[in-house]
């Protein structure tokens, strides 16, 4: 079993930056994909950017240059730094870790006024 704890949401003005973070326990040994998607208002959920276990990236075409995806291995922690923030941002952000099965954290919400 995997629990994941998001934080760093919050409320800040376009252009601005945030940094998440999902701290992760349980066991993770067999974690293949950490990821984040983000799910605004009346839309559907969508991938956002991706680590997998190689250490290769992918990120979503309207954050690319953006948002970084990052991981701190010695803290079992996954980090989504996001800069130029526009209002179309605006979203729960919801981190996951894929294996056999599906690990979802509880949202953190991310506003960006304009």
């Known amino acids: 079993q995997v629990r994941l704890v998001e934080s760093g949401g919050g409320l800040v003005q376009a252009g601005g930056s945030l940094r998440l973070s999902c701290a992760a326990s349980g066991s993770i040994s067999s974690i293949n994909v950490m990821g984040w998607y983000r799910q605004a208002p009346g839309k559907q959920r969508e991938l956002v950017a991706a680590?997998?276990?190689?250490?290769?990236?992918n990120y979503a075409a309207s954050v690319k240059g953006r948002f970084t995806i990052s991981r701190d291995n010695s803290k079992n922690t996954v980090y989504l730094q996001m800069n130029s923030l526009e209002p179309e941002d605006t979203a729960v952000y919801y981190c996951?870790?894929?294996?056999?099965?599906?690990?979802w954290g509880q949202g953190t919400q991310v506003t960006v006024s304009s």
């Open positions: 680590m997998h276990s190689s250490g290769s990236t």
């Open positions: 996951n870790f894929r294996a056999v099965v599906n690990y």
